[in-house]
């Protein structure tokens, strides 16, 4: 039964350690469990010292977490879909903006922001599919709220806690069994007594996993393995489905061979925050008794309370022989304490790479500049190596799940309502402009009236100035199956490799020379290919064009003129528009 293979699952996650190698033994709930205790400033066996005098705190792992998640960001602007068929360009581009309203709509940069975090703090992130009514989204799965494979999470049974109360169980009647058992289990009672009833939330268990086909079905082949979805309460089965595939995936911080969860950024300093907290707690303890004061004397008459007996300024006469000083209670030690704090701090900032240098701290007057450079570029590398695993692992993501479900939902007509860039603003109403005046100067062929040069160019630009009203907004009618047969390969540029903005920079100011010195140049053909080819590679979204006219119509009759004019319609028609 799934329930009881639940029960040995929880058991095993919380109660079990696994040995990574021989004698070292690792715990995924108690790790994950520290991590929360540290994050919040809090010592796991209490806040108090065998005195019950409250401990200090000297939380050193907080703010690394935050520099790690802001150098690994990522950001919505770098996503990018481009294809490497020049004739999807069009495609390609209104693809783009069809994934910036999905990502505009699930709040995807709030994803990336809490996945970027999560993955630093705990030493991975885990993202989860969710299609729910044809929408697709993606979540950040908690991992206080998850039970996995220590040993391989994607491997294994992935197990969510969800948290439910009797009226979110009763919405779900439609879809679930045995609702009014599991609200019985959300209800404790004391004594019997229904004044004294106490309305709690019920533990809700889903858990996605390959298990026997007997799970399913009494009558399958416990030999055989098949991917499903239970949701239990108790010990009743809720819902249940067949899966084709697991809907999570995880990205490791710093993997590690042999246990699932890697190593982040609070892990990596559990040693440097104890022996801190450590340190701390004995200069508390010096410092608590070297404020006091005590008089030492060797007089017979000097004998009571300093503080409350003698007032400020009274003079004390002493028989000869006699004494009284003040008793030094701090150690000459008491500097070494602080040492101490700086050689574990120094330790962690190295294993972690958070230099000052990268935390933005003022650096002492002293420090070298090659030291800080050096500290700086050596931080840096690291949290790009980390970020371009990242962006690899979206790309993935983005690709397989998310643009794999979008051509299937706006391959249905619809209208694409998006703001666009100047580039793309002018290739749209162009090709726009373009085709409407050819559609009104064929209708003036048919019906026998000669159309101008100059009459055409008033009808584009007309159609052009209309157009630019909206500003950089613009409302595109996507046929049906206009993506249908969409399958070159698109990029998803995340980790920003292919756009070194001062290359492009470069780049640019490299062409435009060419070309100020040589306007005819546009007029070349094959040079335009490779200029196009050139902006392509360098991410550049504009597309250069001979300075013409946009349409140069003879004056003509009947078939030969109408058959030109459609001939001319459909070299510039945008792909939406055929």
């Given amino acids: 039964m799934i329930t009881k293979e639940l029960e040995k699952f929880k058991k095993n996650y919380f109660e079990k350690s696994i040995q990574v190698v021989d004698g070292l033994y690792y715990n995924q709930a108690e790790t994950i469990k520290k991590i929360e205790y540290y994050w919040n400033s809090k010592y796991i066996n209490g806040q108090q010292d065998e005195l019950g005098r409250t401990k200090p705190f000297y939380n050193i792992t907080k703010f690394r977490v935050n520099v790690a998640t802001r150098a690994t960001d990522l950001d919505v602007k770098d996503v990018r879909v481009t294809s490497d068929n020049p004739n999807d360009r069009v495609r390609s581009m209104l693809l783009n903006h069809e994934l910036k309203n999905w990502m505009k709509k699930t709040q995807f940069s709030k994803l990336l922001n809490d996945f970027g975090k999560n993955r630093a703090k705990y030493g991975g992130a885990l993202i989860k599919k969710v299609e729910k009514d044809g929408e697709l989204k993606i979540e950040l799965v908690e991992w206080k709220n998850v039970l996995t494979d220590p040993t391989n999470i994607e ?249 794999s479900s979008l051509i299937k939902k706006i391959n249905k007509a619809h209208i694409l309502t998006s703001d666009f860039s100047i580039e793309e603003l002018e290739k749209i109403d162009d090709a726009f402009s373009t085709y409407q005046a050819n559609q009104r100067a064929i209708e003036s062929i048919l019906s026998g009236k000669i159309i101008s040069q100059e009459d055409y160019n008033l009808l584009y630009q007309a159609q052009k100035d209309f157009l630019q009203t909206d500003g950089k907004r613009r409302y595109i009618d996507i046929p049906k199956n206009y993506f249908k047969d969409f399958e070159t390969k698109i990029t998803i540029d995340l980790t920003g490799e292919t756009r070194n903005k001062q290359a492009t920079l470069q780049s640019l100011d490299n062409i435009l020379a060419k070309f100020s010195s040589n306007p ?33 119509p003879k004056a003509m009759k009947g078939e030969q003129q109408q058959g030109q004019l459609q001939n001319q319609t459909e070299a510039v028609l945008p792909e939406a528009q055929k």
């Fill in 155 to 403: 491997k294994g049974a992935i197990c969510e806690i969800h948290y439910m109360s009797p009226s979110e169980l009763d919405k779900k009647r439609d879809v679930w069994e045995h609702i009014d058992e599991a609200i019985k289990l959300a209800v404790k009672s004391k004594g019997g007594k229904k004044e004294e009833a106490k309305v709690n939330k019920v533990e809700v268990y889903e858990i996605h996993g390959e298990f026997p086909e007997t799970y399913w079905n009494e009558e399958g082949d416990e030999k055989k393995y098949k991917q499903m979805m239970f949701i239990i309460a108790g010990d009743y089965i809720l819902y249940k489905e067949e899966e084709k595939e697991l809907p999570y995936r995880f990205l490791a911080w710093d993997y590690v061979a042999g246990r699932g969860l890697g190593i982040g950024i609070v892990e990596d300093g559990f040693e440097a925050q104890m022996w801190t907290n450590d340190a701390i707690l004995a200069e508390k303890n010096i410092i608590d008794l070297a404020g006091k004061v005590f008089i030492k004397t060797n007089s017979k008459t000097l004998g009571n309370n300093a503080i409350s007996d003698m007032p400020n300024g009274m003079v004390i006469e002493l028989n000869e022989g006699e004494d009284a000083n003040i008793l030094n209670l701090t150690p000459s030690s008491l500097p070494e304490f602080q040492n101490l704090v700086d050689k574990w701090n120094t330790q962690y900032e190295r294993a972690t790479n958070t230099f000052e240098a990268v935390t933005g701290e003022t650096l002492p007057a002293n420090t070298p500049l090659g030291s800080v450079a050096i500290q700086s570029a050596q931080a840096s590398s690291f949290f790009d190596y980390r970020r371009e695993e990242a962006g690899i692992f979206w790309s993935d993501i983005l690709t397989n799940w998310v643009l």
């Fill in 520 to 552: 005819t140049l546009l007029q070349d053909p094959n040079l335009m290919g490779i200029l196009n080819q050139m902006l392509e590679i360098s991410g550049i979204n504009f597309i250069p064009k001979p300075i013409v006219s946009p349409i140069q």
